[in-house]
Nanobody, 124 residues
Framework: QVQLVESGGGLVQAGGSLRLSCAAS????????MGWFRQAPGKEREFVAA????????YYADSVKGRFTISRDSAKNTVYLRMNSLKAEDTAVYYC?????????????????WGQGTQVTVSS
């Protein structure tokens, strides 16, 4: 059974930074793409960023491109999301997800395991 445990969320002022972590266990981490998604109150879950199995390829939503960076450490079975220049509209619960595919995609249906989510609140 795959388990994903996120950490690193919190309250930050606009313009600040946070780094989210997601520790994975239960299947061969290095064979699967990983993604970050977010869900704000009253809105649907949306794609934020994804990274392929090797870490060589990344993919970002337009709304975070240039501000957020996804990375992975296969030795630690962990994926990270570095978030800089945070805005109030980045406020959401952020979810880590493991894909059934090796390539990075933005499709929610490609991801078969999800973490419990971590709250990120950006005050303006």
């Amino acid at each position: 059974q795959v388990q994903l445990v996120e950490s690193g969320g919190g309250l930050v002022q606009a313009g600040g930074s946070l780094r989210l972590s997601c520790a994975a266990s239960g299947r061969t981490f290095s064979m699967h793409a990983m993604g970050w998604f977010r869900q704000a109150p009253g809105k649907e879950r949306e794609f934020v960023a994804a990274i392929n199995w090797s870490g060589a390829s990344t993919y970002y939503a337009d709304s975070v491109k240039g501000r957020f960076t996804i990375s992975r450490d296969s030795a630690k079975n962990t994926v990270y999301l570095r978030m800089n220049s945070l805005k109030a509209e980045d406020t959401a619960v952020y979810y880590c997800a493991e894909s059934r595919r090796a390539i990075a995609t933005s499709l929610i249906s490609d991801y078969d395991y999800w973490g419990q989510g971590t709250q990120v609140t950006v005050s303006s």
